[in-house]
């Protein structure tokens, strides 16, 4: 009979160690079960506060189309600006202006880096149809550009800060001439030209703009600038005259005056120079505060997520956006290409259900072929 022996302390002290280890391990794996179901039926649905704001406050470059984000861009640019999509705030801007829930909308246009007139126009319209239906909208602005005041301008009240500045500089442009740079170096340019307007070759053959170009040139920034002057003046009903001394006589106004800011008031461009606490509490008055203790809002994306379109049945129009130059082929986003648009006109074609089609187009131009290909698929669909 042999004399059984009792374990010795290193051996019960690992025994310990081993039985916590798992005791551990189990329960920090069964933590993390719990918190993946959890988060895998939780309803993540943003909500719409009753009698709130919607905030309209994008952040980016405003385009038809989002182009497809390159990594390892996106990492040695971390701040570049991103882009929003033109469709989400008008469709955001559309639907609140039939809920019952959203008392105003609030337009927050210090992020927002770049912006088309006619983007700018198009938003406006929106902001038209959600005003028709009795709705309040205000803008408030650190500062305006060009762009985003005409944007503003369609608001109800328009706030700016004190210290702000709106500058509207009108429309222009210059251009490069190489011609005097490749006579030095020695190098001919053979250049096929038809027509006294074309002026895309001049850089190359000329030291400067030639009088045809800039009779075509002076005729566009002419156009843009009295559409976006007619705009302005309408939208805030202003004298005219008003607005032109504005635009017109900026130096002698700011000598005057002392600040853009004080400036803008004194022509009716902007409402009241308010700080942002004071415009905050403004718009508060309207829709009351949250209890993060700013007004009560919902930004234009969680507004989109908490009320997606329905489901599409029956007639319906069909809508393609093509963003970016036009080229051949089949390309990913950030082209119009050929190839990829035209099957996309060809399955509305082949879809009963669609009765018409919207094409959107925003593009410098491209190649002359596959723009031909694309009509001759819309011939098609007529």
């Known amino acids: 009979m042999t004399e059984s022996t009792k374990p010795g302390f290193f ?4 025994t310990g160690i081993t039985r916590l280890r798992n005791f551990t391990l189990n329960a920090l794996f069964l933590l993390l079960l719990v918190v993946f179901i959890t988060a895998l039926f939780a309803d993540d649905t943003p909500s719409v506060p009753e009698d709130s704001a919607l905030l309209v406050n994008p952040r980016g470059v405003l385009v038809d189309q989002r182009n497809l984000i390159d990594p390892l861009a996106e990492f040695f640019s971390p701040d570049a600006p991103g882009e929003v999509e033109l469709g989400q705030i008008t469709r955001a801007i559309d639907r609140a202006a039939l809920d019952e829930r959203i008392r105003l909308a609030v337009l927050d246009l210090d992020e927002l880096a770049g912006m088309s007139a006619g983007q700018a126009m198009v938003i406006g319209e929106a902001v038209r149809g959600f005003q028709a239906a009795g709705k309040q909208v205000i803008a408030y602005g ?14 109800d009240a328009l706030y700016m800060h004190p210290m702000g500045q709106l500058i509207l500089p009108g429309y222009g442009g210059n251009r490069l001439y190489f011609k005097s740079l490749l006579d030095k170096l020695n190098i001919n340019i053979h250049i096929f030209q038809a027509g006294i307007y074309k002026e895309f070759v001049e850089p190359y053959s000329r030291t400067d703009m030639s009088e045809e170009a800039r009779l075509a040139n002076q005729t566009l920034v002419d156009e843009l600038w009295g559409s976006y002057r007619e705009q302005v003046i309408e939208n805030r009903e202003l004298d005219p005259g008003l607005f032109d001394r504005f635009t017109l006589s900026l130096a002698d106004q700011l000598e005057q005056m002392g600040d853009l800011a004080t400036v803008a008031l004194e022509h009716h461009l902007v409402d009241e120079l308010l700080n942002l606490d004071e415009a905050r509490a403004r718009i508060a008055d309207e829709v009351g505060y949250a209890r993060d203790g700013e007004f009560k809002r919902i930004g234009f994306d969680d507004y989109l997520a908490a009320n997606p ?25 950030g082209v119009i290409a050929a190839d990829s648009i035209t099957t996309l006109i060809r399955r509305a074609r082949e879809d009963d259900d669609i009765h018409a089609l919207v094409l959107r187009v925003n593009s410098p131009g491209g190649s002359a072929f596959a723009s031909e290909i694309i009509r001759q698929e819309l011939e098609l669909l007529q």
């Open 11 to 14: 051996s019960r002290l690992g």
């Open 142 to 155: 650190s500062g305006f550009g060009q762009s985003q005041y005409l944007l503003a301008s369609f608001a």
């Open 309 to 333: 379109a329905p489901a599409a049945s029956g007639p319906a129009i069909g809508v393609i956006t093509g963003e970016g130059p036009i080229m051949m082929g089949r390309q990913s986003q």
